[in-house]
Every structure is written in C-alpha cells, then in structure tokens.
C-alpha cells in the first residue's frame, strides 16, 4: 500500500478505460460475445456500438452499457 496514490492516477491502474468514449470497461469488451452468434463483437467507439459481423448487427452502447439484446441492435444491411 502507498499513500502517493499513484494507483488511481496511473494510466494501467484498474480502472482504465472507465471513463473513456463510451466509458466502457476494456476486461467487459475481452468477454462479450453476440448474443444471436456467439461469435467475436468488434467495438465501434465513433458510433458507440459493439458489431457482430456474423450477425450483421451493431448493438447500441448506452451509457457505458453494452445493450445486448437482438431486439435493440440494429440491422447492419439497412
């Protein structure tokens, strides 16, 4: 334990990422997986959105909250 306070201020420190666009978490992004799929999402921080290729579905991130429901996400082929 340090009283400098060095770990909430380093950039590697546990909640790095939290607060970033979107403010959501790099370790959530690592576990998540298409609901429809289960395949691999890729992350589209300018439209806030977690994209299933397979699925060919972007589903919304609301306030740092992935939505991954298949009714919310949207259609990738509109």
Not at 2 to 22: F, H, I, L, N, Y
Not at 23 to 38: A, F, H, M, Q, R
């Amino acid at each position: 334990m340090s009283d400098d306070g060095s770990q909430s201020s380093s950039p590697g420190g546990p909640t790095e990422g939290v607060g970033a666009v979107g403010g959501i978490d790099p370790k959530l992004l690592e576990i998540l997986v298409c609901p429809l799929t289960k395949g691999l999402l890729r992350y589209d921080a300018a439209a806030q959105e977690l994209i299933s290729e397979q699925a060919r579905l972007a589903y919304p991130i609301r306030e740092g909250i992935p939505i991954m429901l298949v009714d919310e996400a949207r259609s990738l082929d509109d």
